[in-house]
C-alpha cells in the first residue's frame, strides 16, 4: 500500500462517485488517498478492524477463510464499494479478506474519525445502509449460486473476474498454476476436479497452460460458458 498525497485527486474521485456529501466537509481533513497492487491485501480476515476504505478505482475480491483453512470466494467488487462498514457498525474484527484484483485505488478514513465527525452525519448513515442491504442480498444469491451452478461455470466465472477489469482496458490477469490448489478452494471444488475441467476447457479453445500461467485464450466463449458473471454484482 502506498498512500497518494494528491488532494485534487481525492476530490476528484469524491466527485466522480458522488461521495461529495457522504464525506462532509468536517471529514474531509481525515480522508486519505490509497493505492494497492494486484495481490495485495486491504485488510486480512480476523484483523483489528481500524479503517473504513471505499473503492474508486480498480477491481477487489473478496474471500472468507474456514477454522479448518478452507477459503471460499465470496465475491468480486468494482467501484464504489465500501470495505469495513460492518465492522465499524458493529465494532468487529476484519470478517472477510479482500485482496486487489487490478490496481486499485481506496478513500481510507480512520473509524475513530469516521464516528467523531461523521456519526450523525445522514448522508453517510444512508449511503453505508444501501452498501450493507446490497451485501446480504449478495450473499443470498451466492449461498444459491454455489448449490446451483457446476464447477466449469463457476471456473469461467472466476476467470473473467480474476483476468478483466472492465474500468481498466489496459488490464488482462492472468491465473497462476501455482494457485491451483486454491483457486479449487475458492470457488468450492477439489483440486483433481478443478484440473479436469481446465483440461476440458483448454480442449476446448478457450483456455490455455504455458509459463506457469493459465491463460484466457477466448473471451467470448467464456462469457458464454459463465452465462453472466456470477461473482460480480
Not at 468480486?76 to 474484527?93: A, C, Q, S, T
Not at 481510507?108 to 444512508?126: D, Q, T
Request: net charge negative; proline share 4%.
Amino acid at each position: 500500500m502506498r498512500e497518494i498525497k494528491e488532494t485534487a485527486r481525492l476530490e476528484a474521485y469524491l466527485a466522480q462517485h458522488g461521495l461529495e456529501d457522504v464525506f462532509h466537509e468536517p471529514l474531509r481533513p481525515y480522508l486519505g488517498l490509497y493505492a494497492f497492487e494486484p495481490g495485495e491485501e486491504l485488510c486480512s480476515q480476523g484483523a483489528k478492524a481500524d479503517m473504513l476504505y471505499v473503492l474508486v478505482k480498480g477491481k477487489i475480491k473478496i474471500y472468507t477463510t474456514s477454522p479448518e483453512g478452507r477459503t471460499l470466494v465470496i465475491s468480486f467488487k468494482n467501484p464504489p464499494e465500501v470495505i469495513g462498514d460492518i465492522e465499524y457498525i458493529r465494532d468487529l474484527d476484519i470478517i472477510n479478506t479482500v485482496e486487489a484484483v487490478s490496481p486499485a485505488h481506496v478513500i481510507g478514513i480512520s473509524g475513530k474519525m469516521l464516528k467523531k465527525y461523521g456519526e450523525h452525519h445522514a448522508p453517510l448513515l444512508r449511503f453505508m445502509l444501501d452498501i450493507i442491504t446490497k451485501k446480504f442480498y449478495i450473499k443470498s444469491d451466492f449461498l444459491s449460486f454455489n448449490l446451483m451452478y457446476p464447477v466449469e461455470v463457476r471456473l469461467a466465472s472466476y476467470l473473467l473476474s480474476v483476468c478483466y477489469d472492465e474500468s481498466d482496458a489496459g488490464f488482462e490477469g492472468r491465473l497462476a498454476t501455482s494457485e491451483m490448489t486454491d483457486t479449487a478452494n475458492l470457488i468450492g471444488t477439489s483440486y483433481r476436479h478443478l484440473n479436469r475441467v481446465i483440461r476440458k476447457l483448454a480442449e476446448d479453445g478457450l483456455v490455455e497452460r504455458s509459463g506457469g500461467y493459465l491463460h484466457v485464450r477466448d473471451r467470448a466463449r467464456l462469457e458464454q460458458l459463465a452465462g453472466r458473471n456470477l461473482y460480480e454484482h
